[in-house]
């Protein structure tokens, strides 16, 4: 492929470097374009732009791979643990021994919030929905950590990456509690990061918590499976809020909020419902038909770059059937009408000719009501486990000298240049 690209218009003729990078597609460099051809780029959803150089995460859609910093994500899942992925992420190689007990460390320590924290949530009714409570909250955390906001400290940024990934599971299970009307559990250090997050949720002062290393582990698993993810809408969001030199927190808090859409980490709670909706087998075929009429979309299918199977979705339904088994559900019947609507979709031409795969989300919502946890809550444990690939893709973004603050063109079609009427001339 060549090094350089011809852009030709009016006459005039821009030359534009070719980018190549470890594996993908090249990148024309159009930095130069509306300098020297006076005219903008123009792709409203991002499908042929890409907005930053990164070595955190790659993806090949059409092969359904998943890499964090090269490791292939079915690797990981199997054979790490969520902080090593950490780790991984933040510092860009797997941690030896010491190094990753040096890390946990940092982390544990970190997992407490302040105490005048807790009156946050007593301002919010308790019918709240728990990511209007993680949007506030989060944002709050900049009010309390005045130590390290200053974006332009490495130290800075390291530690409020630490108190990002340690205290996300404290403020979650809040959240939690608060919806159930029950104590907030504070966090224990002898406890692995998966453990600790499931007794702050699940243990109650009347009697002793007991963990389940196979829920232990599932849980652990599904937050590694939504660690990081490219340049999806909440990361996007969170380094454009950050280009503008805002505090860590204040940008995970906008992560957060573009998360919760249903069409991004919103679709797991939209899918359990759909699921629920539909209730049986036998009323897949209609509720398929109502997604030709294009009355609704079939949640927890389809993705901007997957146009395979999300490798994600694969290492999900594994785990699915693991904790259904553990808990006793392997029979539940929303699994059935999930694996029948699955089978259905992959073979009828509607979503066959639009590469319409499961995605991460199809089957994590009911992995994450067998493991207890209220539909609202699922985008709660996305967003938790996502912080680690905002937080390690917002200081990548400070650390590279080529970023600058976003601020996108437009092409504008509104009112030509007019004077002012007034009132009574109207
Ligand atoms: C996540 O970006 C990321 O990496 C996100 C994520 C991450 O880890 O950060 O992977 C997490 O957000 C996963 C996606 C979760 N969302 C859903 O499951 C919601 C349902 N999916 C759709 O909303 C949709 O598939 C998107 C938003 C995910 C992707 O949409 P695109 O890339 O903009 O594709 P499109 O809307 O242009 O769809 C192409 C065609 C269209 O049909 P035509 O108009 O060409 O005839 O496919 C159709 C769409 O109507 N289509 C669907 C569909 N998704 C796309 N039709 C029915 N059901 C769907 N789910």
């Not at 930095?31 to 959803?45: C, Q």
């Not at 979650?172 to 998966?194: D, I, M």
């Amino acid at each position: 492929m060549a090094n350089t690209a011809k852009f030709e218009i009016d006459g005039k003729t821009v030359e534009l470097p070719v980018l190549r990078g470890t594996d993908g597609p090249a990148v024309v460099d159009i930095r130069k374009l509306y300098a020297e051809a006076d005219v903008f780029t123009y792709d409203p959803g991002f499908m042929s732009t890409a907005s930053c150089e990164s070595k955190i995460t790659f993806i090949d859609g059409d092969a359904g791979i998943l890499l964090h910093r090269g490791y292939p994500i079915m690797e990981l899942a199997e054979k790490s643990s969520f902080l090593e992925v950490c780790y991984l992420l933040l510092h860009g190689e797997l941690p030896t021994a010491p190094e990753f007990e040096v890390f946990e460390h940092n982390i544990t320590y970190h997992t407490m919030i302040h105490e005048q924290f807790d009156r946050f949530f007593m301002g919010f009714r308790r019918d709240a929905h728990p990511m209007a409570i993680m949007t506030g909250a989060v944002g709050a955390l900049s009010a309390f950590y005045h130590d390290s906001t200053n974006v332009n400290d490495p130290a800075q940024r390291m530690i409020s990456a630490h108190r990002m990934i340690a205290k996300m599971p404290t403020i979650a299970a809040r959240a939690f509690k608060y919806s159930r009307g029950q104590p907030f559990v504070f966090p224990r250090n002898e406890l692995s990061y998966a453990e600790n997050f499931l007794r702050m949720c699940f243990s109650v002062p009347a009697e002793d918590w007991v963990p389940n290393p196979v829920l232990t582990k599932a849980m652990d698993r599904i937050f590694i499976l939504h660690a990081d993810h490219e340049q999806n809408a909440s990361t996007s969001t969170v380094r454009l809020a950050g280009s503008s030199g805002a505090n860590p927190f204040a940008c995970i808090a906008a992560g957060i909020a573009s998360l919760w859409g249903p069409k991004h980490g919103g679709a797991n709670e939209e899918c359990l419902n759909m699921l629920t909706d539909i209730g049986t087998v036998d009323k897949i075929p209609e509720f398929v038909q109502g997604v030709k009429d294009r009355r609704y979309l079939l949640m927890g299918f389809g993705h901007r770059v997957y146009k395979n199977y999300d490798p994600r979705a694969t290492v999900m339904q594994q785990t699915c059937h693991e904790v259904l088994k553990e808990v006793g559900a392997e029979n539940d019947p929303i699994l059935q009408v999930a694996m029948e609507l699955e089978k259905v979709a992959l073979s009828d031409p509607y979503f066959v000719e639009r590469k319409l795969y499961p995605n991460v989300d199809f089957y994590s919502g009911i992995t994450l009501r067998a493991l207890g946890f209220p539909p609202e809550m699922f985008t709660v444990l996305f967003a938790l486990a996502r912080t680690v690939g905002w937080i390690a893709q917002w200081k990548e973004m400070i650390e590279d000298p080529s970023q600058k603050i976003g601020r996108p063109r437009q092409i504008y079609t509104g009112a030509p240049a007019r004077s002012f009427v007034p009132v009574d001339k109207r």
